[in-house]
């Protein structure tokens, strides 16, 4: 276990590099066992991981550029574990339910050298090289959509590279700085995460840093006004592209606000949580709208996707135990049940050539398995009780309750909203009718689709019923996050708030 | 009656000399052997080459004297030594791409390698004084053998290259002139380090006339560093030039170019004066914004490469702005890194090198003829698509630690006021790059293919060419790991002389 994280994170780009001399007809089964084995190793990862410890654990060290405190570091933590699982998780599942026939190879060495940078992006504790993994993960992606893509794909993917690009390059500006600041604090350079967390920064400062560092993380979220490359993303990508970018590459968005923007700059978290819940409102409830008026499955599902990640932004900023907790469990279901959401398009793409819901009827009729698994996946991303999305839904509005209840309510019509447009989707193309012959043969899933999508759907049963196998774990970490921004805040305000906002359910002194 | 002057040997401090005496030898000997053999083949020249600048870098990394020599006209301070290694080094490696397959006219000339070794001791001249007399004879030396040697190409494009090159070069010369006189005139001295000393005891006396002389230079270097304004003739010159060439141009004339710009704007720099601070300021901003703008509608990959290298100037541009230890070691780091990564981008158009004009009605460096190679050539197609990002400043690769470093030293200014205004600058002018240098990438990974490609690809490459691509290549991939010792390196060398 000495080096578990360094395995995680190197193995998949050295099995890519290896997959090379692999012949293309054999590829399919290489890169399966590839992120079969690294589902594994994040599977043992989390037996040896300490739930009772709230600090970084299984943490290396190594300089890399020492004179300016650069060094590959890395260490796990409550939050970043189960992303990783579910990194891990789902890029397996995309690799068993990959449908595309050109090109194999070249497409699964990209994914797995864009499983490297995901699983690194989680683990890596030192600003720049998270900035590296963070930046190198656009390529891989950027070469997915573009040779893979639909019609519009050179358009989409440069968009999506632009704009992400540009977002981070301001964030790197502000990490610079920090590092700068750290210099002078201390006397000696340092990018390390934990080493920053000791530092206290004055209130101006951190408003400049929280803005610099905005900029990366929401245009990768998306946030609104940020998130116009999203759908085009989506709309073009193939599928095993789509399951990715919807299940991990936007959660490390969100984790960014996590990792660095709060416990960084407590005081500007706290100063700036009304704009971010106004926006995170925005995109709850205009793009559920945008997404009612959709004609396209998958872009229904993209729209949904920015409407649930403003759910995942406004429970991190409600700064308490649920909000927070509930965001991250949030960010593992919706990974989890989005992607399931685009792997079943993918599926009905394939064998009809369309993603018009105009096109269908009747699915239910002719594909009664894949209807009843898209219910399940559909009910999940409502935010059904009992499923694994209602949990972190849940969690994520009852911890904004107390910043603000009138919000939360705006922010619950998102269940609203979100059940309207997928069960009017779910209406028009399954039930009704089945009077389109070409709908009437559609052959029903089975054999590789079922394997990918029956564990996502014991998944999100399980996880919806017992969802303390996750929970429990991470409410250690995250009231350690919480501790350090009350213990870094600098202005008493900001700790006095802090400590309101974490009083749910205490007995009033 | 003049006295009579008794110099010992000793005290002309011949090792100052020595490195570029080697240079020069190399070149003469060049010229005998063609003399008395007139049939030798071009790789026999290029060997000679390597070997007389393998000597020329022994000599200056074992340098170990006084700073000062030949009446103190010599000065090898760190940063020339710095200057010299890097130079000859980047020297070595553009000669070895005279290695291609097509036989090309100006290799058939020994001359070529001759004026090649000449210009390379031009510019270890200029690195190695602070006189602005020696630094004159320095820049005229090598810039009339590299006028010569883009002549010797034998294209309808080359001419006019040629003729625009010498013509602005002579209209740079005349400025560096002026700008001397004008220092000379004001202080009575040519050498930098009195006329700065001069200049700070007078408190900036006749300040109408230093600034006139700062503007002359300004002209005069910024010609030579290819600033807006003063760019103009850089793509045409590339155009008309090899790609190997346009390489060399690209990154080792200007290595010499920062270093005097080093030397002469420190003065103003470290004596914060507002006038030369906004000239540069302005300079550099338009500099990397225009060259990056007008990088964006170019087709042509070797234009493109022509604006991109305009700035990537003015990101260095930059660092002499900054003036603080960490900018100045950002320079070579800089830039030490963007010539991995430019040398490759170079090397890949010079593989690829056809001897038509045009293929298909398109230019063998059109980006429309690298549509589709990821059919043909994966590998190819994959290194130069590595190159790209990397000129990018996409990481892990090489530019990216430079971009990363100078950044940082910009944030790190505190001196200055406008220090954060600049660091957001030059990051959004990384985000604008992005764009021309992924286009490439997008021809050749996501379009169809033109059938003409065959004859294309890997017309001109040979297995030397192909092993340096291969070094440069992991050179790029794995300069996270280069970054440390270079900085290391590079700071003992910038301390030792006080920048």
Redesign the interface.
């Given at each position: 276990m000495e080096h578990i994280l360094s395995i995680l994170i190197f193995f998949p780009a050295l099995a890519a590099t290896v997959g090379f001399v692999v012949d293309k007809n054999s590829i399919r089964a290489y890169a399966l066992t590839v992120t079969a084995i690294e589902f594994v190793l994040s599977l043992v990862l989390w037996y040896g991981f300490d739930t009772q410890n709230p600090l970084m654990q299984f943490t290396e060290f190594f300089?890399?550029?020492?004179?300016?405190g650069i060094s590959y570091s890395v260490g796990v933590d409550g939050i970043s574990l189960f992303l990783v699982i579910m990194t891990t998780l789902m890029t397996m599942i995309a690799v068993i339910g990959l449908s595309e026939k050109r090109d194999l190879k070249?497409l699964l060495i990209t994914v797995l050298y864009l499983e490297m940078t995901m699983v690194a992006v989680f683990l890596v504790l030192d600003a720049?090289i998270f900035?590296?993994f963070w930046?190198?993960s656009?390529?891989p992606m950027?070469?997915i959509v573009?040779?893979w893509g639909g019609k519009l794909?050179?358009y989409s993917?440069?968009k999506f590279?632009?704009y992400t690009?540009?977002g981070s390059?301001?964030m790197?500006?502000g990490m610079?700085?920090l590092?700068?600041v750290y210099?002078q604090t201390t006397g000696h350079w340092s990018f390390n995460l934990q080493d920053w967390y000791m530092l206290q920064l004055p209130f101006s400062m951190q408003l400049w840093l929280f803005a610099a560092f905005f900029f990366g993380f929401a245009i990768k979220v998306p946030m609104f006004p940020f998130h116009t490359w999203l759908p085009y993303a989506h709309g073009q990508a193939p599928t095993i592209g789509s399951v990715i970018l919807a299940a991990v590459l936007l959660k490390m968005g969100t984790y960014g606000f996590i990792r660095f923007s709060l416990p960084l700059f407590p005081d500007a978290s706290v100063h700036f949580t009304y704009p971010m819940a106004i926006l995170a409102l925005i995109a709850i409830v205009y793009t559920a709208m945008v997404a009612y008026a959709q004609e396209d499955m998958k872009q229904v599902i993209a729209y949904s996707s920015v409407s649930h990640m403003g759910v995942i932004i406004l429970g991190t900023f409600a700064l308490n135990v649920e909000g927070i907790g509930g965001s991250v469990f949030l960010m593992i279901s919706h990974g989890i049940v989005s992607g399931a959401l685009f792997m079943l398009v993918g599926m009905i793409y394939e064998r009809r050539h369309t993603k018009m819901i105009k096109d269908f009827g009747g699915l239910a009729v002719s594909m009664p398995k894949f209807a009843t698994i898209f219910a399940v996946m559909l009910m999940a991303s409502v935010g059904l009780p009992l499923t694994i999305g209602f949990v972190g839904e849940f969690l994520s509005l009852l911890g904004f309750f107390r910043v603000s209840p009138i919000l939360t309510v705006i922010a619950g019509l998102t269940i609203i909203f979100g059940a309207v447009y997928m069960l009017v989707m779910y209406k028009k193309s399954f039930f009704g009718p089945c009077d389109n012959p070409e709908n009437q043969k559609l052959e029903d899933i089975k054999g590789r689709e079922m394997v990918a999508l029956i564990p996502l759907v014991a998944l999100v049963i399980i996880l919806g019923i017992y969802p303390k196998v996750i929970l429990a774990p991470l409410d250690s970490t995250v009231s350690h996050l919480i501790e350090t921004m009350h213990t870094k805040a600098i202005s008493p305000a900001t700790k006095a708030r802090i400590l309101e906002l974490n009083s749910i359910g205490e007995v009033k002194k | 009656m003049i006295p009579v002057i008794s110099v010992d040997f000793m005290e002309l401090n011949f090792q100052t000399l020595a490195p570029m005496i080697v240079a020069l030898l190399g070149a003469l000997i060049i010229i005998c052997i063609d003399l008395a053999n007139k049939h030798l083949d071009k790789s026999l020249y290029i060997m000679l080459t390597v070997v007389f600048l393998s000597i020329d870098i022994a000599l200056v990394y074992g340098f170990s004297g006084a700073v000062r020599g030949f009446f103190d006209i010599m000065l090898v301070d760190g940063i020339s030594i710095l200057a010299q290694l890097t130079l000859l080094i980047l020297s070595i490696a553009f000669v070895l791409l005279a290695f291609g397959k097509q036989k090309l006219q100006e290799y058939r000339y020994p001359e070529y390698f001759a004026l090649y070794l000449f210009a390379v001791a031009g510019f270890q001249f200029m690195v190695s004084s602070d006189s602005l007399i020696m630094i004159f004879v320095g820049l005229e030396t090598s810039s009339i053998a590299i006028y010569t040697m883009v002549a010797m190409h034998n294209r309808m494009k080359t001419i006019e290259a040629a003729i625009k090159y010498f013509t602005m070069g002579a209209l740079a010369t005349a400025f560096f002139t002026f700008g001397a006189m004008i220092f000379y005139a004001v202080t009575g001295t040519v050498e930098l380090g009195k006329v700065s000393e001069i200049l700070v005891t007078s408190d900036f006396n006749n300040y109408a006339l230093i600034l006139m002389g700062i503007t002359f230079m300004l002209g005069a270097l910024g010609f030579k560093l290819s600033l807006v304004p003063f760019h103009s003739w850089v793509p045409d010159v590339y155009e008309g030039s090899t790609a190997a060439f346009a390489g060399f141009l690209a990154v080792v004339p200007k290595i010499a170019a920062f270093v005097v710009v080093l030397r002469i704007f420190e003065i103003f720099v470290s004596a914060e004066d507002t006038y030369v601070q906004t000239a540069l300021y302005i300079i550099a901003v338009v500099t990397m914004t225009m060259g990056n703008l007008m990088a964006l509608s170019q087709t042509d990959i070797k234009r493109m490469l022509a604006f991109s290298s305009i700035s990537h100037a003015g990101f260095v541009l930059c660092a002499i702005l900054i003036g603080t230890t960490q900018a100045t070691i950002g320079i070579f780091v800089y830039w030490i890194l963007f010539a991995i990564a430019n040398l490759g981008a170079f090397g890949i158009l010079w593989i690829n090198r056809n001897k038509n004009s045009s293929v298909n009605g398109q230019s063998p460096n059109s980006i429309h003829a690298y549509a589709g190679l990821v059919k043909k050539s994966p590998l190819l197609a994959a290194i130069m698509a590595m190159f790209m990002l990397s000129l990018a400043g996409v990481p892990p690769f090489s530019v990216f630690w430079g971009k990363l470093y100078l950044i940082g030293a910009a944030v790190n200014a505190d001196h200055l006021s406008f220090n954060m205004y600049l660091a957001l600058i030059m990051a959004l002018n990384s985000a604008i790059a992005v764009y021309y240098y992924v286009k490439p990438v997008v021809y050749m990974f996501f379009k169809e293919g033109a059938e003409v490609q065959d004859e294309v690809i890997l017309s001109n490459s040979t297995t030397m060419l192909k092993t340096l691509l291969g070094i440069f290549a992991i050179l790029s991939i794995g300069s996270i790991f280069l970054v440390e010792p270079l900085i290391e390196l590079i700071s003992y060398y910038v301390q030792i002389s006080g920048y």
């Open positions: 300089p890399l550029i020492a004179s300016y070249h720049i900035y590296t930046e190198l656009l390529v950027f070469y573009g040779a794909r050179i993917t440069l590279f632009l690009f540009t390059l301001i790197l500006v610079l700085y590092g700068y210099f | -």
